[in-house]
């Protein structure tokens, strides 16, 4: 092992359970997370604040208009030595939906969302945490996205705004339902990219990525990585303008997606620590950090 190695795995064992654990049941504790409900504006404020609770000071929204509402994507960076131009976005949505239950009504039935997509916040959220202090050779964007479920709204907005703007992405990770999985033990997860022939410029850098994730998967986690194709979440605005995408799912098929029995005594909270530990420890070599090597 060397000493790059042990130095993530140190961080890796940082993530905390119990920090999943609460802010899947804090998400989920709002009666809805749909994208038109009053809800919407309080979930985007608390998640806000636990990023500046952590001590980051570039917090922000991005705002639109969805349906005569205002809409707010939550952007938090972390800069990169130097000040780097380029920038890795991680990223989840934390709206919801749960019209697979037959006679759901927005405005009064519940959407907990605890699986799709509080676990992806979540583990966002623990990311955030421990690369608080750690110093970065690139910059780090954790964006979470309204209006996913809204045929991705917010992912639309800014990967507009990324490309208006000529931003450096090496690379979007996005989380998506990762509560899961398809086994008792010998846990799989499933990493996507974009496997059809398409042509944009940035599929390579992407598999690349992929291959760096499943080996990190190997090393610091006891996932099981496979690659499967590109499904619709918020990486398809940006994996369409021709930013290199991985997205990162559960290999499980939940029987409780969009619906309102999707709460957090269906998930569990042990697979999401191991793609969360995944998830940092890809960042942390794809980010690189100052020094080390
Ligand atoms: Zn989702």
Redesign the pocket.
């Known amino acids: 092992m060397t000493s790059f190695d042990q130095y993530i795995s140190g961080l890796v064992e940082q993530v905390t359970p119990s920090n999943i654990k609460m802010t899947i049941e804090h998400l989920s504790s709002y009666l809805t997370r749909f994208t038109l409900s009053n809800k919407i504006v309080p979930v985007s404020q608390w998640i806000h604040k636990q990023f500046t609770i952590m001590g980051y000071s570039d917090v922000g929204y991005q705002d639109f208009v969805f349906c005569d509402t205002l809409q707010k994507n939550i952007v938090c960076t972390k800069m990169g030595k130097g000040q780097s131009n380029k920038i890795i976005i991680l990223c989840a949505?934390y709206d919801t939906i749960a019209r697979s239950t037959i006679g759901w009504n927005w405005k009064k039935c519940p959407a907990p969302g605890a699986n799709?997509?509080a676990s992806?916040v979540a583990a966002m959220l623990e990311i955030a945490r421990i690369l608080m202090n750690i110093e970065m050779d690139h910059t780090i964007r954790f964006i979470a996205f309204t209006g996913?479920?809204q045929n991705l709204m917010g992912s639309r907005a800014y990967a507009e705004y990324a490309c208006t703007n000529n931003m450096d992405i090496i690379l979007v990770l996005n989380l998506?339902?990762i509560g899961y999985p398809d086994v008792k033990s010998n846990w799989n997860i499933n990493i996507g990219v974009d496997q059809v022939n398409r042509t944009h410029t940035k599929k390579a850098t992407a598999h690349k990525f992929a291959l760096l994730m499943a080996k990190v998967a190997a090393d610091n986690t006891s996932l099981n990585s496979r690659r499967i194709d590109l499904w619709a979440?918020d990486h398809t605005p940006f994996s369409s303008r021709g930013y290199a995408v991985i997205g990162i799912t559960q290999a499980g098929k939940y029987p409780h997606s969009h619906k309102i029995t999707d709460t957090v005594n269906y998930i569990d909270v042990d697979y999401i620590v191991e793609v969360t530990k995944m998830t940092l420890a890809t960042l942390i070599h794809i980010a690189g950090c100052k020094g080390r090597k």
């Open positions: 949505h799709d997509n992806g996913e479920e998506d339902e979440s």
